[in-house]
Structure formats: structure tokens, C-alpha cells
């Protein structure tokens, strides 16, 4: 899949999470997807700090993207 066509993919399923990340306080922003379908975010707001942070990033926008996207191999979160 042609990069810019991935980021545009990435960006369409994380404008769907993000509702859910903004009731509780959150946000997620996309740093990059890497040539070997790795997804870095930055989790914002009250996500940054909660400690049900990790789950979120794996059972949730994980699974979201990977589920839409079978070029996503993993979501790594950035500071």
C-alpha cells in the first residue's frame, strides 16, 4: 500500500476512535507510520497520563487499525 494512501487510512480509523478518547478526557495524535507498518502515536489529554493507557492502545486503536488495515503490524506510543 502506497504510504500516503496508509497514512490517509490511519488517519479516517483514529477520526473514528477519537470520540470515544475525547468523552474521557483524551485525544490521539499520528506521529507516523513506518515502511514496515508500524503506527507511532502520542496520546493526549487525560490519556496521557491514565494508567488504563496501555489497554487502550492495544484493545482498542490496535485492534481498530489492524482489523481495517492488515498492513498495521503494531501501535507503538510515543512520548
Not at 6 to 34: H, S
Request: hydrophobic share 45%.
Amino acid at each position: 500500500m502506497a504510504e500516503q494512501l496508509m497514512k490517509d487510512k490511519v488517519r479516517e480509523i483514529l477520526n473514528q476512535i477519537r470520540p470515544m478518547l475525547q468523552a474521557d478526557g483524551g485525544d490521539v495524535e499520528l506521529v507516523e507510520v513506518t515502511d514496515e507498518g508500524v503506527v507511532r502515536i502520542k496520546l493526549r489529554g487525560a490519556c496521557a497520563h491514565c494508567s488504563g493507557a496501555i489497554m487502550t492502545l492495544k484493545n482498542v486503536v490496535e485492534a481498530r487499525l489492524r482489523a481495517a488495515i492488515p498492513e498495521v503490524k503494531s501501535v507503538e506510543r510515543v512520548q
